[in-house]
């Protein structure tokens, strides 16, 4: 039997029934396919930083431009550092100094330390006070013996007494001042003044009258006269020239030899007056007030001496007066050494601080990225914070897109998506949804479906990769959740 072959009509029908099936199944299966992905459409995003100086200055390089690639630590800008550096200059003459002077504070210091040694050595060498309070007998009146307080006790002690009679001193000369100047004691204290300025007349007419008496006077006290005097005296009355000064009572006008005799007299009888009189007051209660007093006063003025001999006495070894001055000098250069030592300190920070400054001069790039925008040229000045050069992170960029509300329940963390951009039409990225926002949105501006802008939607972020460095930020893409 001879095989027929099939008319070439129903071939044609067989064809068109299959091509008729496989499209419905194949849009079926896009249906399906569109139902199972959901798609939405942003904006790629960087972290965008603005580079700014510290301080301010005028821009001296810009070492980078826009769109140009940078790594963490690259140099971006430089300032001028002319009047940095002279301040530096300054800084360094100054700590210089202020070295020198620490040098020379520590050698004083060195032989203060040094002065005090001696003195304390030579001092405790020369100090017998220990053995001899062990020697020597007490008082009978002194329950304790004289080696049962320590050096530094009775040293308190002495000085306690010293203070106690100079304030008794104090006392008993304010109340001589006081007694001196009341009713009954000030007439007393003239009395004693009459006296005594009796007796300096006294003094005085009974020297003059001397003179007057026995022929010497004013006009012979010259060098001249006493030559002749002396000439006279060794010479024999023999061999005296006639034309010799001789020096004799006769000389003497017989009125200056009255007068002078008059004044002696007077002063003799003025002197037994004031005596007569100071006698006579003598009985008196401010007299007896005036002298009780002036003795309080010498008697306190002898206990303050003898205190401070007692000082004197115990102030030995170590609390000498030699030991204790340079005690004080090796004080001194202390304070001295540790205020040159502060001065240092000073001007190395001052120094640090300058430093600082210049390093602040050169501006580095923060992160690596690519430079976005560059507002600052050469010879500018630029203020602090002020942004010189803004720069986006493209290491790691994002995509914010928007979902309807009934989708929301369909994304969640760490979700794959497939991402396309217009300006590559032929590859696909990968991104991953790092952040679901948890509250809704209200047509958001940058929706750019009519449908989106028209309901409630959340926002998701999600994490582009990368890794050729093709995706920059500013373009437009469509996002596919798988």
Do not use: C
């Not at 017998?128 to 308190?156: A, C, G, H, I, K």
């Not at 309901?455 to 995706?471: C, D, E, H």
Request: proline share 4%.
């Amino acid at each position: 039997m001879q095989n027929r072959r099939p008319s070439p009509m129903i071939v044609v029908i067989i064809v068109v029934v299959v091509a008729a099936i496989g499209y419905f199944v194949y849009q079926q299966w896009s249906q399906n396919n569109a139902a199972s992905q959901l798609n939405a459409s942003g904006t790629i995003e960087a972290t965008d930083v603005n580079v700014a100086p510290e301080l301010a200055g005028q821009v001296k390089d810009v070492l980078t431009d826009e769109g140009q690639t940078v790594k963490t630590g690259d140099a971006l800008i430089h300032l001028d550092d002319t009047l940095l550096q002279a301040q530096k200059q300054q800084a360094l003459a100054a700590l210089s100094s202020a070295q020198s002077a620490a040098a020379t504070a520590d050698a004083a210091l060195a032989s203060a330390q040094n002065q005090y040694n001696l003195a304390l050595n030579a001092a405790l060498i020369t100090d017998n006070t220990v053995n001899s309070q062990w020697l020597t007998n007490r008082p009978s009146d002194f329950n304790l013996p004289l080696w049962y307080y320590t050096q530094s006790e009775q040293m308190s002690a002495a000085q306690a007494e010293v203070d106690a009679a100079q304030k008794a001193l104090t006392d008993a000369q304010n109340n001589l001042t006081s007694i001196e100047t009341s009713a009954a004691g000030s007439g007393f204290v003239q009395i004693e003044t009459n006296l005594v300025n009796a007796e300096a007349s006294y003094n005085v007419a009974n020297d003059l009258n001397n003179r007057v008496q026995n022929g010497t006077n004013i006009d012979q006290l010259t060098r001249f006269g006493l030559y002749q005097l002396a000439k006279q005296q060794n010479q024999p009355i023999a061999k005296q020239n006639s034309s010799d000064y001789l020096i004799n009572t006769s000389n003497i006008d017989q009125n200056i030899k009255n007068y002078s005799q008059d004044l002696f007299n007077d002063a003799k009888s003025n002197l037994k007056d004031a005596e007569n009189a100071y006698n006579n007051a003598l009985t008196s209660q401010g007299a007896s007030d005036v002298l009780k007093a002036r003795a309080d006063v010498s008697l306190e003025q002898e206990r303050y001496n003898t205190a401070m001999n007692y000082v004197s006495y115990v102030q030995t070894g170590s609390m000498s007066p030699a030991v204790s001055t340079a005690q004080s000098a090796l004080n001194q250069a202390k304070a001295a050494d540790n205020q040159a030592q502060s001065g240092v300190q000073q001007a190395q920070a001052n120094m640090a601080l300058i430093n600082a400054q210049i390093s602040k001069l050169t501006i580095y790039s923060p992160m690596d990225g690519v430079i976005l925008t560059r507002n600052v040229e050469p010879g500018e000045f630029v203020q602090p914070g002020a942004d010189a050069l803004t720069m986006a992170d493209i290491s790691h960029l994002t995509i914010t897109v928007y979902v309807p509300e009934d989708l929301y329940g369909k994304i969640s963390l760490g979700m794959p998506a497939t991402m396309k951009v217009d300006s590559f039409p032929g590859e696909t990225f990968n991104a991953q949804v790092s952040y679901i926002s948890d509250q809704a949105e209200y047509t958001p501006r940058n929706v750019q479906t009519v449908e989106g802008r028209s309901s409630t939607v959340y926002a998701i972020k999600l994490t582009v990769s990368n890794p050729q460095g093709q995706l920059k930020p500013g373009m437009p893409a469509d996002v596919t959740f798988q």
